[in-house]
């Protein structure tokens, strides 16, 4: 990966791109091979990139200052996750990954100084980690107001009952951010939306039972949970924030999420790219390279369409969110415009790879069934299709015109 300043923007952020690509060539990449194996020749070498990165101050760049993190704008973070999202490994070796991460910002923004004692702190030192146990099997996990997982409070407890899934990295997590429904009464307003409530659940509570690991994309053995939770019983200062926050929690995390995946995203499309004009230019194939095929060239052409359209598109939605604009519609279009192109891009690559890249030899396999995932997860393409008309419609209605969104 070569990476030149981008005109125009500030210098402390170019200087975090360029650093950050330093070490994703010289020491992530090089690592892959003994990375995706694991195991014990794996752990030293993540111990000492994650060391390297703490050294050049790029470790936790959504974390402030004071909780070790790099305390650096929304905007400057999103310009690194495009170079970080190079490899698969970078966002763990450089301490940002999901779903630590977002519960992290979560605890910093609605928990009490005694949670982030308990759980926040641990948390980022690495002490402990954590999973966030939203998504239901019998309920539209396009709608988080269907939810039916419920706490009801008895005295200083809540007593949790509930069902769910897709609960990422549920076997390694010491606590879980359960989002659940109370009971109508106890909400501090009387929205719908206002009986929802996020609480902390220790792992090893009497009653939570991990039932399987969800099989996605044929891998039997990955840590996507699925959960039961029966009677589970904790202390009714684990809720977060007050009683009625929960959905606003869960969308804070959600819109900062939507962007950086689209800018993980964006780099894997990069990196996708760099592979298939480096293929189509050395492979040899009916009597000249891939090059000099109409088609390939095509490809090309298109991917690099593709990838421009959705850089600038992420780029223009993560200004919005940094200046504190409303960036609700821009968030949903690059939602759905982003991993499509993700997709094809990608698609693209595996085409001109031939057999070697339907392969486990090259990460376009893996990219490939992420991309198709993105279009469900942090919800479907259809639901921010329908909130993206609902929004444009609204500005019209209001006197609004073309100019949506400036």
């Known amino acids: 990966m070569e990476i030149a300043p981008i005109p125009g923007l500030a210098d402390e952020v170019n200087d975090i791109r360029l650093r950050t690509a330093k070490i994703v060539n010289d020491k992530i990449i090089p690592a892959e091979p003994i990375l995706f194996k694991g195991g014990k020749d794996a752990e030293p070498v993540r111990a000492e990139i994650k060391e390297h990165v703490k050294e050049q101050g790029l470790w936790a760049p959504h974390l402030p200052v004071e909780y070790g993190g790099m305390g650096v704008g929304f905007l400057a973070h999103a310009y690194m996750n495009e170079v970080m999202a190079w490899s698969p490994f ?3 070796l450089f301490g940002v990954v999901a779903p ?9 923004k609605y928990g009490t100084e005694e949670q982030k004692k ?10 402990m980690e954590s999973c966030f146990s939203m998504t239901e099997p019998d309920n539209a996990g396009s709608d988080p107001r269907s939810i039916q997982t419920r706490a009801v409070r008895e005295g200083d407890e809540w007593v ?9 990295n549920a076997r390694r997590a010491d606590f879980a951010i359960v989002m659940c429904r109370t009971a109508r009464e106890e909400a501090e307003a009387g929205k719908p939306s206002d009986t929802m409530v996020q609480i902390i659940v220790p792992m090893n509570s009497p009653g939570l039972e991990i ?4 099989p996605v994309w044929g891998h039997t053995h990955g840590d996507h949970c699925e959960i039961t939770y029966t009677d589970v019983r904790v202390p009714v200062e684990n809720a977060l924030g007050r009683v009625g926050s929960g959905h606003a929690a869960a969308q804070d995390r959600l819109g900062a999420g939507r962007v950086f995946h689209c800018m993980n995203s964006i780099g894997a499309m990069w990196r996708a790219f760099d592979m298939m004009v480096t293929r189509a230019m050395s492979r040899e ?11 390939v060239q095509g490809f090309i052409a298109d991917s690099y369409m593709d990838i421009q359209a959705a850089r600038l598109m992420t780029i223009n939605c993560a200004r919005v969110m940094d200046e504190g604009g409303d960036a609700r519609t821009d968030i949903s279009a690059i939602k759905v415009f982003v991993p499509a192109a993700f997709e094809r891009v990608v698609d693209r690559a595996i085409q001109v790879h031939g057999a070697l890249g339907v392969s486990g ?5 893996g990219m490939y069934t992420g991309a198709r995932t993105l279009r469900l997860a942090d919800g479907p393409d259809e639901v921010h299709r329908i909130l993206i008309a609902k929004n444009v419609f609204k500005h019209y209605k209001a006197g609004g015109s073309w100019d949506f969104g400036t």
């Open 90 to 92: 970078s966002a763990r």
């Open 100 to 108: 630590n991460s977002g519960n992290q910002k979560v605890l910093l």
């Open 118 to 127: 308990k759980w926040l702190e641990p948390l980022i030192s690495g002490e």
């Open 160 to 168: 949790i009952n509930g069902h769910k899934w897709y609960t990422s």
């Open 211 to 214: 039932v399987r690991s969800v």
């Open 285 to 295: 194939v009916h009597g000249g390279t891939l090059e000099t095929k109409q088609f």
């Open 361 to 365: 030899d090259t990460p376009l396999a």
